[in-house]
């Protein structure tokens, strides 16, 4: 599903976020990324999407060649991912039913369709009455989780999380983790990239280390609190 081969990732001036990265995660797995601020994990994501090409080396994602994909077919490309990020970037002139359907009115979804998916995402993550409400009247949890609702919304096959949890308490916090569980066993492939070991560790999922652009390992976690 996902496939980094030797990915190496330099800037101009010399930096190098990445340096041969490889590793492969597959449909319905579960993955976080670990590593220190700095360490390349936003870079990392940021190749899958992708908003930036690696230097050398290949991502591939569904088959696709990322470096080597047309621009035309770039936005069918981005409807099969889904994208949570740790300040969940939602509109806050906007209703929580019309943040989780950007993505369908993007895609041109009709209106019945649309209802019917955002009311089943919503629904998924425990908000399904609090539809039209807006951002600003909800916890940062519940905002947390109308951002999980918009990422799944279109039924990704790959799910990214950048520090989804970083603004949250460790009870909401494992709500969140639970959320994406359920989403890879649903068939998803879900990376989680976050710098809290200590949750991290309270699931017992393979780990991407990474530190200084290098992966130093692809292992699963023992479910200890020592990772």
């Known amino acids: 599903m996902i496939q980094f081969d030797n990915v190496t ?26 590593g220190h601020s700095g360490a390349g994990k936003s870079t990392l994501l940021r190749m899958i999407m992708p908003s930036e090409h690696p230097s050398s080396g290949k991502v591939i994602v569904s088959g696709h060649d990322l470096k080597e994909l047309p621009n035309r077919k770039l936005p069918q490309y981005r409807r099969s991912l889904g994208v949570v990020f740790q300040d969940h970037q939602l509109l806050s002139d906007r209703s929580v039913f019309d943040n989780v359907a950007l993505p369908l009115r993007v895609s041109g979804f009709n209106h019945r369709d649309m209802g019917r998916r955002v009311r089943a995402a919503l629904d998924k993550v425990g908000l399904l009455g609090k539809e039209r409400l807006m951002p600003d009247t909800l916890s940062a949890g519940e905002r947390q989780r109308v951002g999980v609702a918009r990422a799944v919304v279109n039924r990704p096959s790959v799910l990214l999380a950048d520090e989804p949890t970083g603004n949250l308490d460790p009870e909401l916090s494992g709500e969140i983790m639970d959320l994406f569980e359920q989403f890879s066993q649903m068939g998803a492939c879900v990376l989680i990239a976050s710098h809290d070991l200590a949750l991290v560790a309270r699931y017992k999922h393979r780990l991407l280390s990474l530190d200084h652009g290098r992966l130093l390992s692809s292992d699963f976690v023992s479910g200890s609190s020592d990772v």
């Open 9 to 34: 990732k330099s800037y101009a001036g010399g930096q190098t976020a990445l340096q041969n990265v490889s590793f492969g995660l597959a449909r319905g797995e579960l993955a976080f990324l670990i």
